[in-house]
């Protein structure tokens, strides 16, 4: 072979190489990939955009989901009703408390020399709201007990534990590290 053609067999070589690389970049980074292109959004979850619990609805309170985790039945439902609502009345009030709260903690801050007791004194009466929900939320859950049929007390005897209750961390490997495989 001659070196003429052994060249124009690399510059061959490296022009098709070249050509592979931009379409790989276009494909990448530039155009999206053919299975996305033209495919309908996926569909909603199950009920109506705009109910409670759905993406496009409010988010449920602590006591509404556990009630929907029960499966409480229509009657249930509206014998509740009035615990439900007065409940999410005390909870909304005591979130907005909170949030005055933090931004009046914010603006403590923000001065050039803030004042570390009046933060200790809001981050205080934050952690003492926070108590306050806890215990209004088991409170409104207890109240829920009377009008359960026994399956749904037994569940909410197990959801209690697991949403109020952490599950205790991990154990720690001992110092050192892990121990060796026999071998």
Do not use: C
Not at 65 to 84: N, P, S, T, W
Not at 91 to 96: C, G
Not at 107 to 130: G, H, P, W, Y
Not at 159 to 179: S, T
């Amino acid at each position: 072979m001659t070196s003429r053609l052994i060249q124009m067999l690399l510059g061959l070589s490296l022009l098709l190489n070249a050509f592979v690389l931009a379409g790989f970049v276009y494909r990448s980074w530039i155009d999206p990939p053919f299975e996305m292109q033209g495919m309908p959004p996926p569909p909603p979850p199950h009920g109506m955009p705009g109910q409670p619990g759905l993406p496009a609805g409010p988010r449920l309170n602590p006591v509404e989901m556990v009630a929907q985790d029960l499966g409480l039945d229509a009657e249930q439902r509206k014998v509740m009703q009035a615990l439900f609502d007065q409940y999410a009345k005390a909870r909304r009030e005591r979130l907005q408390a909170i949030q005055q709260l933090r931004e009046q903690t914010s603006a403590e801050l923000r001065k050039a020399s803030f004042d570390m007791t009046r933060i200790d004194a809001l981050i205080d009466q934050v952690s003492r709201l926070r108590a306050e929900q806890q215990k209004e939320t088991l409170l409104t859950l207890t109240r829920l007990e009377p009008s359960l049929r026994p399956d749904q007390r037994e569940r909410l005897q197990r959801l209690m534990v697991e949403r109020i209750v952490p599950p205790p961390p991990p154990p720690r490997p001992p110092p050192g590290g892990p121990p060796r495989p026999p071998q």
